[in-house]
């Protein structure tokens, strides 16, 4: 119960700011029609209720199978390992993230098809996972950043 609570007051610390910056410009400036302001109301309670589902998702299943697996491979006191699945997991992350998707479609239209969708993607991907697997390697070792 107390996740739950935690987790509205968050999604509500994140969506207030823009909902009262978006009804003091309508009450204001703007002056949209009252459909426009009963359309983004009804639109900012979904994204509430979208955001407060999914983080509850996180907060209940994922963090904790990361955290047992970020345990279980620590044990196995590899250093390689860790990297590996470091570079692989910030790999398939980005893979798999609808805004690199957006970002790769929206460059493939810019270009003309001269730099491919899979191709952008592939790169961001690689990019992200070498410098997760780097970050490891820093944070194992105690590198510091300057």
């Known amino acids: 119960m107390e996740s739950i609570k ?3 007051l968050e999604v509500i610390y994140a969506v207030l700011p823009i ?3 978006i009804y003091i410009l309508q009450f204001s400036v703007l002056s949209l029609p009252i459909d426009d302001v009963i359309q983004f109301t009804i639109g900012m309670i979904l994204i509430s209720t979208g955001l407060i589902i999914f983080l509850l998702g996180i907060h209940l299943g994922l963090l904790a199978i990361g955290e047992d697996i970020g345990t279980k491979i620590t044990l196995f006191g ?3 390992i ?3 699945c470091g570079f692989l997991v910030g790999f398939v992350v980005t893979v798999a993230e609808p805004d690199v998707r957006v970002l790769a479609t929206q460059f493939d239209m810019v270009t003309g098809g ?4 899979s191709t952008l993607i592939i790169s961001i991907a690689l990019g992200v996972g070498i410098f997760v697997a780097l970050a490891l390697v820093r944070i194992i070792k105690s590198i510091p950043i300057r």
């Open 78 to 80: 590899n250093l390689w």
């Open 6 to 8: 935690r987790t509205v």
């Open 19 to 21: 909902i009262l910056i």
């Open 114 to 117: 001269t730099i491919s969708k």
């Open 82 to 84: 860790i990297i590996l």
